[in-house]
């Protein structure tokens, strides 16, 4: 079973930067490709980014391709989402996402396992 835990989230203000963090608790992680999704307040949840099992290969959302980035370290079995000049539109709570495999998906429905989700808040 693959469990993964955010960290990271806060309140910000409009401008601030915030990177979040997702520890995988299990050693398998490097056959994983990963995922950071976020959902706002009654909205559905939606794609922010993802990369590849061996790290290098990344996709993103338009909508934040300029501003977030995300990597991941094969020595702590953590990925991380640096999220620059932030928006009060960014106010959601985060999450993390691994599936087994190389390939790079932008749907939910594509990630089996998740991480509790942490909050992030952006003031204006």
């Known amino acids: 079973q693959v469990q993964l835990v955010e960290s990271g989230g806060g309140l910000v203000q409009a401008g601030d930067s915030l990177r979040l963090s997702c520890a995988a608790s299990?050693?398998?992680?490097?056959?994983?490709?990963m995922g950071w999704f976020r959902q706002p307040p009654g909205k559905d949840r939606e794609f922010l980014a993802t990369i590849w099992y061996k790290g290098g290969r990344t996709l993103y959302a338009e909508s934040v391709k300029n501003r977030f980035t995300i990597s991941r370290s094969m020595a702590d079995d953590t990925v991380s989402l640096q999220m620059n000049s932030l928006k009060p539109d960014d106010t959601a709570t985060y999450y993390c996402a691994a599936r087994e495999g190389y390939m790079l998906k932008n749907t939910p429905q594509e990630y089996p396992y998740w991480g509790q989700g942490t909050q992030v808040t952006v003031s204006s």
């Open positions: 299990k050693r398998t992680f490097t056959t994983y490709s």
